[in-house]
């Protein structure tokens, strides 16, 4: 029995994108829900910049039926995503190198099985497709679980790590493909998410992720540059934007600490949201069927739940008690909805006097130039200061009537 007479639908997938609001683990909680036999997945990352790619290596194809055409964007596909099936090196920095009970697994599928699975449902169609970014996107999936010898006749949900939330074009190109797409969010305390955003900024620079190493990069050279910035403006936006391009767009947020603290009941909170079954393995963070272990930023190795992280309080270092307030008051809209009432501050009556205030870590910056008597440095974060700060006074505006 072909898979067109098994599952009519099975060609035409339900699909959730996860994304975050601030470093709140969405990538753990994608991997609570690889390996469930009614998803689709991919490990971490890998997939993540399809959309953005797409126009690179997908895009002449496009409109084009004959099998060569298909044939060519297979290729292309699995040229442009190797890691997809053999993870060294990893480009993702999520550790898909070091995965298993010894960290001593990585991700292995068979290119050429993906290519033959992708072929094979190909031919289950009683008309011949044209290549599309959706339809590329949909067969890539079911090829991919496949090519792993999973059953797919009872997978209907494709989970796609999107996670960066910015209502950008590779956004607007997701949505149209999938108008009719969930959103699964992950939030945290905003004075820890942005701080672990910015030590992962920092840390990455350090090492030369994405340009050459920079040893002595620190939190002065994250706000001279527009890093700080950009990490402050997605703490106090977020997702934000998204309901105003697609004001039907279903979004669910799921807290961090609820989600370690209580994971069974969150998982079946959320296998109940995402209509699919519950099972024992929403409690297990895999890739592939692979523990897993956390990414390169992580403080340390971590698998599974856990209540109580090391550095919970280490945002101290950088921020102060009344830049923690700050924030919690820019976003007591947001903390009301995702329900982190606790954390919203009372007796705002000088809330305003607190925009106008340096974080301690700008304020650190600027002395440090000065004694350093690097004074074009020290304009520059001036610059910096007061751009970051007019997009906290337009925060606080639009957050009047709810204090």
């Not at 339900?14 to 609570?32: E, K």
């Not at 953005?52 to 099998?67: A, I, N, P, V």
């Not at 272990?293 to 992580?298: F, L, P, T």
């Not at 924030?327 to 925009?355: D, H, M, R, S």
């Amino acid at each position: 029995m072909s898979l067109k007479e098994n599952k009519p639908d099975l060609f035409n997938p339900d699909i959730v994108f996860i994304i975050y609001w601030g470093r709140s683990g969405s990538v753990f909680l994608q991997s609570l829900l690889d390996n469930h036999p009614e998803v689709f997945s991919t490990p971490a990352t890998t997939l993540s910049s399809y959309h953005l790619d797409w126009e690179e290596w997908g895009e002449t194809y496009t409109g084009k039926q004959d099998e060569k055409s298909w044939n060519q964007v297979l290729d292309a596909f699995c040229n442009k995503y190797p890691h997809l099936f053999w993870s060294i090196p990893d480009p993702t920095w999520c550790n898909l190198e070091h995965l298993g009970k010894n960290q001593d697994q990585k991700i292995e599928v068979s290119k050429t099985e993906f290519q033959q699975q992708f072929k094979y449902l190909l031919r289950q169609q009683k008309q011949p497709l044209s290549i599309s970014r959706r339809q590329v996107f949909i067969l890539v999936h079911m090829a991919y679980e496949l090519a792993q010898g999973h059953d797919i006749t009872k997978k209907h949900l494709i989970i796609f790590p999107k996670h960066v939330p910015d209502m950008n074009q590779v956004m607007k190109s997701a949505l149209e493909d999938f108008p009719n797409a969930k959103i699964l969010g992950t939030v945290r305390d905003p004075i820890r998410g942005f701080f672990s955003h910015l030590r992962m900024h920092i840390q990455e620079s350090r090492i030369g992720r994405y340009r050459p190493a920079q040893p002595d990069y620190d939190m002065g050279e994250a706000i001279i540059s527009e890093q700080f910035y950009y990490l402050l403006r997605h703490l106090l936006m977020g997702w934000n934007d998204l309901p105003k391009y697609n004001p039907k767009l279903e979004i669910k947020s799921v807290q961090l600490e609820t989600l370690h603290a209580q994971p069974e009941e969150t998982m079946k909170e959320l296998s109940q949201w995402l209509k699919i079954q519950w099972d024992s393995c929403l409690l297990e963070s895999t890739f592939n069927g692979l523990q897993y272990w956390g990414d390169r930023s992580a403080y340390q190795k971590v698998q599974g739940f856990q209540i109580q992280h090391p550095l919970s309080d280490s945002w101290q270092s950088e921020f102060s008690l009344q830049d923690q307030k700050l924030l919690y008051l820019l976003l007591a809209k947001e903390l009301k909805t995702w329900g982190y009432l606790n954390l919203i501050p009372k007796n705002n009556i000088f809330a305003f006097l607190l925009v106008l205030k340096p974080f301690k870590c700008e304020f650190s910056a600027l002395i440090k130039c000065i004694q350093k008597k690097k004074y074009k440095k020290m304009l520059w974060t001036l610059r910096r200061i007061i751009s970051s700060h007019k997009l906290m006074y337009l925060k606080f505006k639009d957050q009047i009537t709810f204090l």
